[in-house]
């Protein structure tokens, strides 16, 4: 499924025309893989790795590069690294 621009911007945090800001939530240990949008528009990634030695966090990028089809190089964690709640910047260049 292609994404359009209008759905790239809704709900995310543009940075310029190219970069954009994702604040997402994490769910590792997950049986069923799966990225997800709540009411209030935040992303779920649910992935099935464990919060070991940035295992999840490397399956987190892996799914939100897949997600907004994107290479995996271009998706760069900003904060979270121990956390669940967690922000991703998505370089367009």
């Known amino acids: 499924m292609l994404m359009t621009e209008a ?3 809704q709900g995310y945090n543009i940075v310029n ?3 954009m800001k994702v ?6 240990n ?4 799966r990225v997800e949008t709540d009411l209030l528009g935040t992303l779920h ?8 030695e ?6 987190v990028r892996d799914a939100l590069a897949e997600h907004f089809e ?5 998706v760069l964690m ?12 998505i370089v367009q260049i």
């Open 7 to 9: 759905d790239y911007t």
């Open 17 to 19: 025309y190219r970069d």
């Open 23 to 28: 604040t997402i939530i994490a769910h590792p």
């Open 30 to 33: 997950a049986k069923n893989p």
């Open 45 to 52: 990634v649910y992935v099935n790795q464990p919060p070991l």
């Open 54 to 59: 940035g295992r999840a966090n490397a399956a």
């Open 70 to 74: 994107v290479k995996k190089a271009k």
């Open 78 to 89: 900003v904060s979270g690294e121990r956390s669940k709640l967690k922000i991703f910047e």
